[in-house]
């Protein structure tokens, strides 16, 4: 007797389940790989990306590639989530933890070919991962500093900072920058909050004539004609920070006042006039000589304030606003009525400045300044966006060190130390597990090959090098720390050189690694419906449109779709 056909899904649905499935993600994830793969290190290649509109990105930095490729292969995703996990997370280290991952899946393709189940895989890794993790803290150094303020904890940022620059577009200028990173990252309270660290980018000029603020600069705001005839510096001034809109309003369209009697019109000018006259003498009042407000200032009120030799800008940006009042210790109000003198703030120097083709106010010389400005300078616009970003991980890398202040090795030389202790645990267990374990300790090395890679070395010459140093060093108490020394083509101590990373970063980057490639390799089944390819009717969800996978996912494993 013949048994009826099921049907469980609609018509046109494919599935694809098992190995090939498996193979398949992992083939996509690795052609991702390859194209960040080159960016590692000091010596990383950039890379050039061309959104369309004449928009073009230069940069070598992971987090920042992966985001503007416009990748559609679900499986492959997941290492985009991953840079910008680590991007938000510690600023630094997101092409490491993508090439990372990469490796993992390159190691694992081979046992799943073999008929190894992906879940033996998981368990192995995820142990792997764990041992790695606890090594990785026994081996870190401590920098104990007796204060935030003292000479260690300085040395400590200054370091972490400088080898966070070595492999960005600032890299000859690192001493230079890392000082400055280090002051404006001091100058924060406890909350660490990064948005209190302005940078100011100001095309012109070297990367030399870039400045510190230690206090507030923000650019000129638009203006009326009168603001010409204010004055643009004073010495121990009073900071008034608004809310409020001072200008006279045009009327709304289609406006309509019925009166009876032509003065009465008079009565409603003359109100509003009295209204805004009102707010500007009690600002008068109060004694303010800077007055900044988020809404505009209009010309009326800008030719009141020039009359009475007070500063005002209207415009300024929310964020710069939220740094005046941090600095100064002003409070935004959204009124004038009853202006009391402790909303006011005060700094030791207010005044207006040329820096390249723009004008600058800068508040400095605040008694309790909790935060700082980087006016950037350099050539032209893609060259100061890419020095930004390289700004923005050595910052949030200085900021993890200050809060943690323990330390490794780079250059490669923890990899190799965790990689030696990983395998030398895998010959005490047996199974398979000993394989997957071996697999994970070999895949931690992709770090120092690709760096030896990338700057032109024979990188199975520098691994066995580094293979026979740290095995050498295993019978002494200390770690070894021998990485990949990029500017003689040999092995260096790497943590005597002052190539520090803070251990947060090296911990972060193994646990999303691992996560992610176990999270891939647990995928076994994509069900996919062409109709989801379709244009959907309005108003309904359209056939295929449940449990389909995003547009685009059934183009296989080309990974990348450039935007027209």
């Avoid at 991953?82 to 990372?100: N, P, R, W, Y």
């Amino acid at each position: 007797m013949m048994q009826p056909q099921i049907i469980l899904l609609r018509e046109g649905t494919d599935t694809s389940q098992g190995k090939g499935q498996l193979t398949s993600n992992i083939n996509a994830c690795c052609a991702i790989v390859d194209i960040v793969r080159t960016t590692l290190g000091p010596r990383g290649m950039d890379k050039l990306i061309y959104t369309g509109k004449d928009q073009t990105t230069i940069s070598n930095d992971g987090a920042t590639v992966l985001k503007l490729l416009d990748i559609v292969h679900p499986a492959a995703k997941t290492l985009v989530d991953i840079a910008k996990s680590q991007d938000a997370e510690v600023g630094d280290g997101t092409t490491s933890v993508v090439v990372l991952a990469g490796e993992l899946l390159s190691e694992a393709k081979q046992f799943v070919e073999d008929g190894v189940h992906p879940q033996v895989i998981i368990r192995g890794y995820r142990k792997a991962c764990e041992l790695a993790k606890l090594k990785l803290k026994e081996l870190s150094v401590s920098v104990e500093a007796k204060s935030q303020q003292s000479k260690e904890m300085r040395q400590l940022l200054e370091r972490c900072g400088a080898t966070a620059m070595n492999s960005k577009l600032i890299a000859a200028q690192r001493e230079f920058f890392s000082k400055m990173i280090v002051d404006a990252v001091l100058a924060l309270d406890a909350d660490l909050d990064l948005s209190l660290i302005a940078v100011k980018k100001e095309p012109g000029g070297a990367l030399e004539d870039t400045q510190l603020v230690e206090g507030v600069a923000f650019k000129k705001t638009f203006s009326y004609a009168g603001f010409e005839q204010q004055p643009k510096r004073f010495t121990d001034p009073t900071v008034l920070a608004l809310n409020l809109e001072l200008e006279l309003k045009a009327e709304k369209e289609n406006a309509e006042v019925r009166i009876s009697d032509p003065a009465a019109y008079q009565q409603f000018v003359d109100a509003e006039w009295s209204i805004i006259y009102s707010k500007l003498d009690q600002i008068a009042a109060s004694g303010a000589k800077v007055v900044l407000s988020r809404l505009a200032i209009g010309d009326l009120a800008t030719q009141y304030f020039a009359d009475r030799n007070i500063f005002c800008a209207g415009r300024v940006p929310d964020d710069d606003l939220r740094r005046v009042c941090k600095a100064t210790g002003a409070q935004v109000q959204t009124t004038v009525n009853d202006l009391q003198p402790h909303v006011l703030g005060r700094c030791a120097l207010f005044e207006e400045r040329q820096v390249g083709s723009a004008r600058y106010n800068f508040l400095t010389g605040c008694a309790n300044s909790q935060t700082a400005s980087i006016v950037l300078r350099g050539g032209g616009q893609q060259f100061l966006d890419e020095a930004e970003r390289s700004l923005h991980d050595a910052i949030m890398i200085v900021r993890r060190a200050r809060k943690h202040s323990s330390v490794v090795a780079g250059g490669g030389a923890i990899e190799m130390e965790l990689s030696r202790y990983l395998r030398d645990y895998a010959r005490s267990v047996h199974g398979k597990q000993q394989l997957i374990v071996g697999a994970f300790a070999r895949a931690l090395e992709v770090i120092p090959r690709q760096l030896a890679d990338n700057a032109g070395f024979d990188s199975t010459d520098i691994l066995n090098k580094l293979r026979q140093r740290h095995a050498q060093q295993q019978e002494s108490s200390s770690p070894c720390w021998f990485g990949v020394d990029i500017n003689n083509d040999s092995i260096c101590d790497t943590f005597a050189e002052f190539v520090w990373e803070p251990t947060l970063v090296k911990l972060n980057s193994l646990t999303a690694a691992t996560e992610a490639a176990c999270l891939i390799l647990s995928v076994d089944e994509t069900v996919k419906n062409e109709e989801s390819e379709k244009p959907q009717p309005l108003g309904g969800g359209g056939r295929g449109g449940r449990g389909g996978l995003p547009r685009g996912a059934t183009r296989g494993i080309r990974a990348m779709r450039g935007r027209r």
